[in-house]
């Protein structure tokens, strides 16, 4: 079946938008539409740059493009189920070993206590 390129692009954001929280952390900003999916800048506390979510049709499953400054490709992330592609863009963009110490001390006390 043959999904348009603009449909799909609101699918995966309107995946992504599931967890808002995490949606949020990303700072994901002016998504465009791309050929079986969506590009967008994010602001994460790990990775700030260019991120493009692809749905691959023969697998039925997404891919996760990271992207250097010169535009060269980063780093890929294959095989993403669905239910697994939240987790995988937090993992890559957002979310290290030990978050929540290193989030506190650039930002001060959070979690709130």
Request: proline content about 2%; glycine content about 6%.
């Amino acid at each position: 079946m043959y999904v348009s390129d603009e449909m799909m692009a609101s699918d995966i954001l309107a995946i992504l938008r599931i967890d808002l929280e995490k949606y949020f952390s990303w700072g994901f900003q002016h998504p465009k539409v791309i050929k079986n999916g969506v590009r967008a800048c994010v602001n994460g506390f790990i990775y700030q740059g260019d991120i493009e979510i692809k749905y691959n049709n023969d697998k039925d499953l997404f891919e996760i493009y990271i992207f250097n400054d010169d535009g060269s490709v980063k780093d890929k992330v294959e095989d993403v189920r669905l239910d697994s592609l939240i987790e995988a863009i937090d993992r890559k963009v957002e979310y290290c070993e030990n978050y929540d110490m290193k989030v506190r001390d650039l930002y001060g006390s959070y979690p709130a206590q």
